[in-house]
Every structure is written in C-alpha cells, then in structure tokens.
C-alpha cells in the first residue's frame, strides 16, 4: 500500500531552517509525482513545491521560491524540503503527496495519496 510519512516539523524562530522529510513505500517511487502542500489553522490546502514525474523538474510557489529546495532521494524513497530564511506566515502542517499516475502540479487534485502532516510553527 502507498504510505507517506512526514517528519523533520518543529518550532523555529524566523529566519530559522528546517529540512522536511517524507519517506515513501509502495510504490514506485522513482517515476511518481510528489510535491509538499501545506495547510494553516482556517486556510485551504496550498500546494509548496514539487517535482513532476516526467522530466523531475522542481516547481515551487512564489511565497517560497528563493527560500525552500526540494529533493529526492530514490535510493532511499524519501523526499525532502529544505527550509530556509523561515517567517511566521511559513506556519502549518505541512503534507507530502504522491500520485504514482500523475505528472504532479500544484493543486490538491492532482494527487491521491497524502502523508499525516507534520507541524511547522515558526515564532519567535
């Protein structure tokens, strides 16, 4: 079964790095979509960053470029966002998404399998 398993979330002070993981099983994860979405306390879900299956090419949204990498690891089937120059409004749960048939994209619907979620609280 296609599991997703978040972790590397905790409390930062602005300007503070994190670096997400998302360790992926069941799946082949060399030729699947993934991305990072993240979800504050009364907003939708928007999607961070991800890397499409056709080419890995990496995408990000415009309130992270500059700031946040993505990566993979197929070796270890995990994928990473590496979080740096962190501000408040950078405060969710933040998801991993995978869809093994899907070229991948920024919006929700274009994934089927979705990680629990780790909290990222950036505060002084």
């Known amino acids: 079964q296609v599991q997703l398993v978040e972790s590397g979330g905790g409390l930062v002070q602005p300007g503070g790095s994190l670096r997400l993981s998302c360790a992926a099983s069941g799946f082949n994860f060399q030729y699947a979509a993934v991305g990072w979405f993240r979800q504050a306390p009364g907003k939708e879900r928007e999607g961070v960053s991800y890397?499409?299956?056709?080419?890995?090419?990496?995408h990000y949204a415009d309130f992270v470029r500059g700031r946040f990498t993505i990566s993979k690891d197929n070796a270890k089937n995990t994928v990473y966002l590496q979080m740096n120059s962190l501000k408040p409004e950078d405060t969710a749960v933040y998801y991993c998404a995978t869809d093994p048939d899907s070229e991948g994209g920024m919006g929700t619907y274009e994934y089927d399998y979705w990680g629990q979620g780790t909290q990222v609280t950036v505060s002084s």
């Open positions: 890397i499409s299956a056709s080419d890995g090419t990496t």
